[in-house]
């Protein structure tokens, strides 16, 4: 099998690629993330499905939203050409397979194409990159080997580690001498358990009566359930009787309406045969009243023009070329007329006018630019007036807000002074207050007979008088209060003069407004314009008026030709009356006297041909009678089968015959769901389904009664015999036994495993290992330029690589790359191995990164000895191994570019 073409609609950052390869070796060279990885990983996911999304392979779902998927063009082993078409569809996508023939297959015919080779098993043999070989180094003598077993027999690695893995689960499940196992643990556990159970279960048998009454029960039990079944089964085979009595009722019922007409017979197919031949009947007849009017006609003696007539209408035939001119220009005068009064509407329409009502008003309105300009005028006089009554309205909120702040500012004002004048009043109590302090404290010092405290009050009564004084002098300032009182009221009385001023000016203003208003509406009301429009569309308007009027004239200019051009017409046609006495259409008219001109001068040409026309028509007529005759016998026949006489009693034995075939079909139908069972009519009486119910009820009941008796006798030897240590050592011993039969099972499932990989191991390498040995240690020779001139497999089942001189090497004894060249060696040689089988290309991802220079060519010279045989497809990051070979097929990544439709050959 050989690739041809890579098409790639959307994979990664591919897009919309196309790839050509080459028989031989294409290399696909490219730096770090140009891509080449992705474009290996497309190759198999086109071949072997998409993976899932939570598997651990990546999708590679392309980010722009392109379509995912594309197509592989290669070449089979026969040397046929299929096409592979993979889309996202289902989990792994929906391939789709063109073959050459034109057919197509899907997973099926794919499947067929790998051979049943999975995408696991295909990378094993045919696909190895530098991720397989760089775990060398870590690995034992005894896993290499396997390894490199693996991979030259069946080229499926990860068989190895699968053993691996399940001997270690198996070690620490169980060993036969071993304690910490899993399964020891268990055994342990179990044969403790079942000693103390056994302890327990001795201390029983002194219960035995009542053990024993427990298994009587059980028998009876036993017995009521059987007899409770048979009671079940029989009802139930009641209620099945009962299901299908109508059943068999109605089968009966049909039977006997299917005797009273199984006598009617009806001739096959016998509605059509009938229906068709009193079709060719009607026909035949239709033809023979045809023959007979047609002969008719020819008897009958017809009126011939005259010569004159027919000359007089061959003339006017001769007009024909000017009538279709004049309804052509009619025609073309329509169309314009049209056109013109449908733009006519248009402007209208864009003006805002009802041109139904207003459209006579229009045309003769003045439009001159006089009367556009006056308009302009009134409307710019208008927007004046506009702009002065919202500035005079801005100036009068102005002063009414001002008025509104000095009518506060007068108000605290007021407010102020009438506190200042009851703050006057207290001058009497200031001197009384002091009068006061005086007498308490003169009095106080009589009293105490101490100077000092008079001398006190007296000083007290002086502050109190001199504060009081001061507080007067603050209260004279009140007049000054009063004087911006005053100036308030004055500045007042100015505001509010200014205010009614502008209100006048504002009404005058408002006024003219409305005066000019009204003119503009009335100017505009003549023309039937919209007051809402816009000043600044009126130069708009008064053109689409003018172009209107324009538009009239014209309107007019066509009426008055279409006027003459109809005249004309009427002329002609009154004419055509005049030498063609047959109804005529204007828009048929030298046809149709063309036609009559043709028809009376056939008729005047056919006039010497009618006796011979007579004769044949009177023949016709014989023959048709003949044909009727034949079908009234056939007819006559159909009748005799069915045994009627008439066409009714025709159909209504049809109908029978109908019926009976319908109660045939029926009965055959209710058979089916009787299913060919015997239904006795008499089986079973109506009172059996009462009597099983009963039955049963009453054996219910006494099976509850022996169920009642068996749990309490339960009950007591439970308590005589258990407890709860009891109870939950039982359950432990079952758990116990339960985890003991899983753990076995998972281990023999394990032992089963091994024991397969361990038999197909040695099958491989009895039949496929001598083989690829062969092959493999001419390659490993090549690539180590016969430093080893072996690579043999030791009695031990140990690979040992042998040198020139005899010496023998471990694997785990040789370099990295050495190791890296015997795996290689047996990969390519597996792959030659089953190239007459499977012919796959050879995918090799970047694997000579450790070779030296010298068995990098020896690796060099080995693949271009495989590109005979093989097609190889090789990535790399290395630009030196673009020229390693010299008719190599070199694929730049680099230069495909995402959603660039780029074509690489």
Request: charged share 30%; hydrophobic share 40%; proline share 2%.
């Amino acid at each position: 099998m050989k690739i041809e073409k890579l098409h790639i609609y959307g994979f990664g950052k591919h897009e919309n690629v196309e790839i050509s390869l080459m028989n031989g070796i294409n290399v696909f060279y490219g730096e770090n993330e140009a891509g080449k990885s992705t474009i290996q990983q497309f190759i198999l996911h086109i071949l072997f499905g998409f993976p899932q999304k939570n598997a651990q392979l990546l999708r590679y779902e392309p980010k722009s939203g392109a379509m995912y998927g594309g197509k592989i063009h290669l070449i089979d082993q026969f040397g046929a050409r299929v096409i592979i078409e993979r889309v996202k569809g289902k989990a792994s996508g929906d391939v789709t397979l063109y073959f050459e023939d034109g057919t197509r297959g899907g997973e099926k015919e794919l499947s067929s194409l790998l051979h049943s080779y999975s995408r696991t098993d295909f990378e094993a043999i045919f696909s190895f990159s530098l991720l397989q070989l760089q775990g060398f180094e870590k690995m034992t003598e005894e896993e290499l080997t396997r390894t490199l077993l693996t991979s030259g027999t069946t080229g499926m690695d990860m068989l190895t580690s699968v053993e691996t893995q399940f001997v270690k689960e198996m070690g620490e499940l169980f060993k036969p001498t071993g304690k910490k196992p899993l399964i020891n643990q268990k055994m342990e556990e179990l044969r403790a358990l079942e000693l103390a159970w056994k302890q327990q279960m001795e201390e029983v048998q002194m219960y035995e009566p009542s053990i024993k009454r427990l298994h009587e029960l059980e028998l009876l039990i036993a017995e009521r359930l059987e007899e409770e079944k048979n009671i079940s089964d029989q009802l139930q085979q009641y209620l099945q009787w009962k299901q299908l009595k109508p059943i068999k009722e109605k089968e009966i019922a049909l039977e006997q309406a299917l005797n009273k007409i199984d006598h009617q017979t009806f001739p096959s197919d016998g509605i059509r045969r009938y229906e068709q031949i009193k079709d060719k009947e009607t026909s035949v007849k239709i033809a023979n009243e045809q023959i007979k009017e047609e002969l008719k006609l020819i008897t009958t003696s017809k009126t011939v023009l005259s010569q004159e007539k027919l000359e007089a209408i061959q003339a006017f035939l001769n007009n024909e070329s000017e009538w279709h001119e004049l309804r052509a220009k009619r025609i073309q005068i329509e169309e314009e007329q049209s056109k013109t009064l449908q733009s006519q509407m248009q402007q209208l329409a864009l003006i805002g006018v009802d041109w139904e009502k207003s459209l006579t008003e229009m045309v003769q309105a003045d439009v001159s630019i006089g009367k556009e300009d006056k308009l302009v005028s009134f409307l710019k006089k208008q927007e004046q007036l506009d702009r002065q009554i919202v500035q005079e309205n801005r100036l009068l909120q102005m002063k009414k807000e001002d008025f509104a702040k000095h009518q506060h500012h007068l108000n605290e004002s007021k407010r102020t002074n009438r506190s200042s004048s009851q703050k006057n009043n207290p001058n009497g109590i200031a001197f009384l207050l002091v009068a006061v302090i005086l007498l308490i404290g003169f009095t106080f010092s009589f009293l105490q007979a101490n100077w000092i405290i008079a001398l006190t009050t007296v000083l007290i009564s002086v502050i109190v008088y001199v504060g009081f004084t001061f507080l007067l002098k603050t209260l004279q300032q009140t007049n000054d209060v009063q004087k911006y009182e005053h100036l308030l009221l004055k500045e007042q009385q100015a505001l509010k003069e200014q205010i009614e001023r502008l209100e006048y000016t504002i009404r005058e203003l408002e006024g003219e407004k409305s005066e000019i208003g009204h003119q503009v509406r009335a100017f505009l009301a003549e023309y039937h314009i919209s007051e809402q429009l816009s000043p600044s569309l009126l130069p708009k308007v008064f053109n689409r008026l003018r172009m209107i009027q324009e538009q009239q004239m014209l309107l007019d200019q066509m009426e008055t030709k279409l006027y003459e051009v109809s005249k004309r017409l009427q002329t002609l046609f009154g004419r055509a009356k005049e030498v063609a006495a047959i109804q005529l259409i204007e828009e048929m008219l030298f046809h149709q006297l063309r036609e009559y001109y043709l028809t009376e001068k056939r008729k005047a040409e056919e006039q010497g041909f009618k006796a011979e026309k007579i004769e044949q028509l009177e023949t016709k007529i014989q023959e048709t009678r003949l044909v009727l005759t034949t079908y009234a016998k056939k007819v006559g026949e159909l009748f005799k089968e069915a045994n009627v006489e008439t066409e009714e009693d025709y159909y209504t034995a049809f109908n029978i015959y109908e019926e009976k075939l319908a109660l045939t079909k029926e009965i055959e139908q209710i058979r089916m769901q009787l299913d060919n069972r015997e239904i006795n009519m008499h089986d079973f009486n109506e009172s059996f389904e009462t009597d099983c119910k009963e039955k049963l009820q009453a054996s219910q009941q006494a099976r509850n009664q022996l169920l009642e008796e068996k749990a309490t006798l339960q009950y007591k030897t439970k308590m005589l015999i258990e407890n709860d240590e009891q109870s939950e050592r039982l359950q432990l011993l079952e758990q116990k036994k339960t985890e003991l039969y899983e753990l076995v099972k998972k281990w023999a499932a394990y032992k089963a495993v091994v024991e397969a990989i361990q038999q197909t191991f040695a099958q491989l390498k009895e039949k496929r290992l001598p083989e690829v040995l062969e092959y493999a240690q001419s390659y490993f020779r090549t690539l180590t330029a016969d430093v080893y001139e072996a690579l043999i497999l030791s009695p031990e089942g140990n690979f040992e690589a042998v040198r020139s001189n005899g010496q023998r090497f471990k694997i785990a004894e040789l370099s990295q790359a050495t190791k890296e060249q015997a795996y290689i060696s047996l990969r390519i040689a597996l792959a030659v191995a089953l190239k007459g089988t499977t012919p796959f290309p050879i995918i090799m991802d970047d694997p000579f990164v450790h070779f030296d220079r010298f068995r990098l060519q020896h690796m060099v010279q080995l693949m271009t000895e495989l590109q005979k045989k093989h097609q190889l497809l090789y990535f790399t990051c290395h630009e030196n191994m673009r020229y390693g070979w010299k008719d190599a097929h070199i694929v730049e990544v680099a230069d495909i570019l995402a959603g660039s439709g780029g074509n690489v050959k």
